[in-house]
């Protein structure tokens, strides 16, 4: 199924989604962890499409944490490989598709050849002015928070900014998402799997966001069940700690 503006009366701008239940999903099945992940990094193409079509401006999608590095070393090697696999499969389609791709966190700790197709992914992607497919890889939000804080008392010391004049705005442009504008901030948050935890994902972007949680596992995930969530959000009054007249 693929989704369309048309059949819903308010899509969320920013979708941020934490794909959680690709161990489970292989578990069920008798099968290695990794066939869980494989079968998640295809269904990231397919919810990718849905989002897209269905209006979406920016999906951030949890691809790995900074805790992850914690798993053991055969998933973690696995999982530093699909951003390979995936970008050498679908950039083409993420350009007919019109879908510009951004990479937030640490790429740096990461081996060279996924570094190397996350930039080649951004540079061959640039000229896409559609949806941002927005993967956050090694990324934390505390880590995230610490960087921006650190940024920023730099500049105090060196003059640059007084201290007591720092507003959000400065702390915005010092985070990750800063290069999202005003869709920094998602307008909705997915998380599969059952779990109800934001597991350190954008802790200081989610603070006024909808948050929907589903026992479905990530490889099951469905544009179906991407639109139960839409018609979801769509449902709630969302006053940011006003009133609405």
């Known amino acids: 199924m693929v989704l369309s503006a048309e059949k819903l009366t308010h899509i969320p701008r920013h979708v941020a989604i934490i794909m959680d239940g690709n161990g489970r999903w292989a578990k069920k099945r008798l099968l290695p962890r990794i066939a869980g992940h494989k079968q998640g990094m295809e269904n990231v193409r397919t919810i990718t499409k849905a989002a897209s079509a269905a209006g979406v401006e920016v999906l951030t999608l949890y691809a790995f944490s900074t805790e992850n590095w914690k798993r053991p070393e055969k ?3 696995y999982l530093m490989s699909l951003p390979v696999t995936f970008f050498n499969k679908f950039v083409p389609e993420l350009i007919e598709q019109n879908v510009r791709v951004m990479i937030m966190g640490n790429t740096d700790q990461l081996p060279a050849s996924t570094q190397k197709a996350c930039r080649d992914a951004v540079a061959d992607t640039a000229h896409c ?4 497919l927005n993967f956050a890889l090694n990324y934390g939000g505390r880590d995230e928070i610490l960087r921006a804080t650190r940024q920023l008392a730099a500049k105090a010391v060196a003059g640059d900014i007084q201290a ?3 507003s959000e705005q400065d702390f915005d442009a010092a985070l990750m998402t800063a ?3 005003d869709l920094a901030d998602p307008d909705l948050l997915i998380r599969t799997s059952g779990e109800e935890r934001i597991s350190n994902f954008l802790l ?3 603070a006024y966001s909808e948050m929907v949680f589903t026992d479905r596992l990530w490889p099951d995930f469905t544009p179906d069940d991407l639109q139960a969530a839409f018609e979801d959000y769509a449902a709630r009054d969302r006053r940011f700690g006003g009133i609405k007249k």
């Open 164 to 166: 007591d004049a720092i």
């Open 179 to 181: 290069p999202l504008g």
């Open 204 to 206: 200081w972007q989610l």
């Open 75 to 77: 998933e973690v090697s």
């Open 129 to 132: 002015t559609g949806m941002v």
